[in-house]
Every structure is written in C-alpha cells, then in structure tokens.
C-alpha cells in the first residue's frame, strides 16, 4: 500500500472546508482537467455518511470508471472515502480537519495499491504517487480558493450547520 499525505492551509473557519471538501458540485469544478463526469449515485449538493458516487474520468489517456462511498464522516473535523469499484486494488481517502486560530489545516491522507503484484507496487512508486500527490494538491489549492473568498457562497446550500454565511 502507498501512503500519501497533503497538507493545506486555508484562511478560512473549519466547517466551511469541511462542506467544500464534501461537495459534489467543487468536486465538478475541481475535475475538469481530466474532464471527469459523475454517472451514478449522487450527482449534487454535499454528500453524506453512506453516500456513494461513480465517476468516469480520463487519466493517463484512459478513461476509467470509479465508485466511492462515504464510510465515515464526524462534522467538521473528519470524513472518509473508500473505493467501491475501480482501477486501485484498493483505495482510501481520510480528510482530516483542524481549527487553527483564524485558519484551518485540511489534511489529506491517500491510501491506495494497485492491482499486478510487484508490477503494480512499482507503479504506483514510480508513477501514481507523484501523480496523486499533484491531484491532491490541486485540489486542495481549489478548496482553498474557494474558502478564502465569496466563490463557496454559489458552492455550498444554505442549509448546512455551523456554516457561518455573514
């Protein structure tokens, strides 16, 4: 299994990161370069514990096909994703987040292993870790942005606890 771990500091209150991490319609913004599209389960809005979502999305020049499902989930600090069916023999994604005076540190911790025994194991160390580390930073960078500044606003629903909207 590899491990990788993002870390991200956003100048913004933690509930606000939280829901933008979970948000399926950031999720749409943050996909675009591999043009990713959602084709099953939840197509909208911020998903919830036992949620699960399908996405189709080129990588490497491949499209590939991907259902993950929230299997934990404590607001604001923490969720999890875990693979359901996909390219990985395996894959988890722990978001992790903590209130830092004024801002928030979101951490990611990416777990996955790839199918084809030592083939995969060299792979995923000579090419998706570098990979997923840049995805994860990329979409932590977009997190960011969005938290920072009035964009969360046409993001996140009205309705959401502890979201301050002034």
């Known amino acids: 299994m590899t491990t990788i771990e993002v870390l991200t500091r956003i ?3 933690q509930a606000r990161c939280f829901y933008l991490a979970l948000s399926v319609d950031l999720h749409a913004v943050l996909a675009r370069q591999t043009k990713e599209q959602i084709i099953a389960g939840v197509r909208a809005g911020v998903l919830q ?26 607001a604001p600090e923490y969720f999890r994703d875990d693979m359901q069916q996909g390219a990985f023999k395996s894959m988890w994604h722990a978001h992790y987040f903590e209130q830092q005076g004024a801002t928030t540190l ?10 084809l025994g030592w083939l995969g194991r060299m ?4 090419v998706l870790r570098r990979y997923m580390r840049q995805f994860l930073g990329q979409r932590g960078m977009v997190i960011k942005q969005y938290a920072e500044s009035d964009a969360w606003r046409a993001i996140l629903p009205e309705n959401l606890p502890d979201v301050e909207r002034d």
């Open 11 to 13: 100048s913004a209150p």
């Open 49 to 74: 514990l036992h949620d699960s979502v399908t996405f189709r999305a080129r990588h490497f020049g491949v499209w590939q096909t991907l259902t993950s499902k929230i299997t934990g989930l404590q």
């Open 106 to 115: 979101m951490r990611d911790v990416f777990v996955f292993a790839s199918p």
């Open 123 to 126: 792979v995923d160390e000579l």
